[in-house]
């Protein structure tokens, strides 16, 4: 079992940053093959596929709504991974969730976090 921990979200102006933050515990990452990813859930809307990432990294996929503006990362020593958000926009407000799952393709049917509220004002 891995259990996911996101964290890093806040409060930020309009074209401001945050990074997130997603911490695995249980079980290692070297013990799982597992790609990591994010997802958000604004109010009234349904989740949505943010950014994802293969397990050592040399894949990533993202939104068409972040792209240029969002990095995913990772570093599997530490067993996290990060969500770097940049010129955010009020439209980013959500509720953003880590998810671990066996490939990007099937990432939402793996593990996820409790989530963490990004709020952007305008």
């Known amino acids: 079992q891995v259990q996911l921990r996101d964290s890093g979200g806040g409060l930020v102006q309009t074209g401001g940053s945050l990074r997130l933050s997603c911490a695995a515990s249980?079980?290692?990452?070297?013990?799982?093959?597992?790609?990591l990813g994010w997802f958000r859930q604004a109010p009234g809307k349904e989740r949505e596929f943010v950014a994802a990432?293969?397990?050592?990294?040399?894949?990533?996929d993202y939104a068409d709504s972040v792209k240029g503006r969002f990095t995913i990362s990772r570093d599997n020593a530490k067993n996290t991974g990060y969500l770097q958000m940049n010129s955010l926009k009020p439209e980013d407000t959500a509720v953003y969730y880590c998810?671990?799952?066996?490939?990007?393709?099937?990432?939402?049917?793996?593990?996820w976090g409790q989530g963490t509220q990004v709020t952007v004002s305008s």
């Open positions: 249980g079980r290692s990452f070297n013990n799982y093959v597992l790609a």
């Open positions: 990432i293969s397990w050592r990294g040399g894949r990533t």
């Open positions: 998810v671990a799952g066996s490939t990007i393709a099937t990432i939402s049917q793996g593990y």
